[in-house]
Structures are given as structure tokens and as C-alpha cells.
């Protein structure tokens, strides 16, 4: 059964700094791996998508890296800002199936 | 190009009553899934539709839950006789067809809150 850690749970720095979020998985065999923001009361937006055939995949001042073998997959913001605040989620598309199985997510606060 | 809409936003109701959550894909989009946020919980997915057919219901309760998705309108998620244990909040997302590989877009969600 796929499992899916971020860690950590919470993460308060101030404007400026780069940061790393991790996210571990139990189970090498996905087809992709998707990073999601999550505003309070809000849905998900998509930020990267990484396939399994990838290493890493960027977006403006995000880079998202797979390492399959591992089972790890790391966010990397750079010079964050505090509209950079909310909750980020990690979901793996596992293998056979269609579905996406979710971290329990990072919640992310940039201090001004 | 709409995103992944959802209907409605909030909906509150007593126990013993029935709740009935839509969700329209993207436009292009037709493959359907549907999760649940309990709260302080991840996400975990409940059910995958593609046009007039259930593909997954692995994560659907046995009883009570039930969802479609009709050659024409939205998909539906329909909860009967509502327990306060299905307050929560639900998400719908599609993908484009072959969407294996591909990326997945997700509503505004519904919060059901049952009294």
C-alpha cells in the first residue's frame, strides 16, 4: 500500500529565504508525482507535475525534483514571499490505478 | 477555458437527510474523481467516473455513498441518510482522456457540513 510522508508539518520562515519542502513515498512504482498549494477554505492548485521518467521540473521560482529509486521528491522555493503562505501537498499517481494518494502536507508561513 | 466547477460551496444539513454535490470538469475533460478532506486530514480519494461508468470505487464507503457521471451534465455525489461523521470537505478533479500520465485539476470543493 502507498504511502506518502511530508515532513515538516508546519514551516515558518521569513520573506526572502529559500526553502526546501520533502516529501517521501513508500512505494517506487507511480506514474507521476503532482505538488499542489492548498489556500485555507480554498481547492488545490496545481504547481508541478513531474513524470516518472524525470528528474525535476521548474516554474518560475519553484523546482520540484523525483528521485524514483528513493522514493523522495523535494520543493524548492526560492526567495519566498509571504504570498508564498499556505498549505502544500504532494500526491503520488500510483501505479495500476488511477487514483492520487496525498501527504498529509506541509503548511508553509512567510513571515514579512 | 472554465476550471473544474463545483456546486455548491457550502451546504449544511441535518442528519437523516440527503446531500447531493456537482461537479462539472473542464471543458475536454473526461475523466472524473472525487476525494474527501475530513478535517486536520489529508485527502483521500473516494471514487474515479468516466462517462457512464464507474472505473474505481475503492475508497467509497460501503454504504450510503454513491456517484455517477451521466453522458450529459454533471457528476454527482450523492450521500444518504448524512451522519455528522461526513462533515468534510469534498473535491472533485478530472483529466483529459488517457490522463494516466496526466495532470490532474481540482474544483473549489464542497464543504458539507452535517448538524
Known amino acids: 500500500k502507498q504511502e506518502v510522508t511530508q515532513i515538516p508539518a508546519a514551516l515558518s520562515v521569513p520573506e526572502g529565504e529559500n526553502l526546501v519542502l520533502n516529501c517521501s513515498f513508500t512505494d517506487s512504482a507511480i506514474y507521476n508525482l503532482q505538488w499542489f498549494r492548498q489556500d485555507p477554505g480554498k481547492g488545490l492548485t496545481s504547481l508541478l507535475l513531474i513524470q516518472s521518467s524525470q528528474r525535476e521540473q521548474t516554474s518560475g521560482r519553484l523546482n520540484a525534483s523525483l528521485d524514483k529509486s528513493s522514493g523522495r521528491s523535494t520543493l524548492y522555493i526560492a526567495a519566498s514571499q509571504p504570498g508564498d503562505s499556505a498549505t502544500y501537498l504532494c500526491a503520488v499517481r500510483v501505479q495500476g490505478a488511477q487514483k492520487l494518494v496525498f501527504g498529509q502536507g506541509t503548511r508553509l508561513t512567510i513571515n514579512p | 477555458n472554465a476550471g473544474v466547477m463545483q456546486n455548491p460551496r457550502h451546504l449544511v444539513r441535518r442528519r437523516g437527510q440527503e446531500a447531493r454535490l456537482r461537479c462539472s470538469p473542464m471543458k475536454g475533460h473526461s475523466h472524473v474523481y472525487w476525494y474527501r478532506q475530513l478535517p486536520e486530514e489529508g485527502l483521500k480519494f473516494m471514487v474515479y467516473?468516466?462517462?457512464?461508468?464507474?472505473?474505481?470505487e475503492s475508497g467509497m464507503p460501503k454504504e450510503r455513498f454513491s456517484a455517477e457521471f451521466p453522458k450529459e451534465g454533471p457528476s454527482i455525489l450523492r450521500i444518504q441518510q448524512v451522519v455528522r461523521g461526513d462533515s468534510a470537505a469534498y473535491f472533485c478533479?478530472?483529466?483529459?482522456?488517457?490522463?494516466?500520465?496526466?495532470?490532474?485539476?481540482f474544483g473549489e470543493g464542497s464543504r458539507l457540513t452535517v448538524l
Open positions: 467516473l468516466q462517462k457512464e461508468n464507474i472505473i474505481d
Open positions: 478533479a478530472s483529466s483529459p482522456v488517457g490522463g494516466l500520465s496526466g495532470e490532474l485539476f
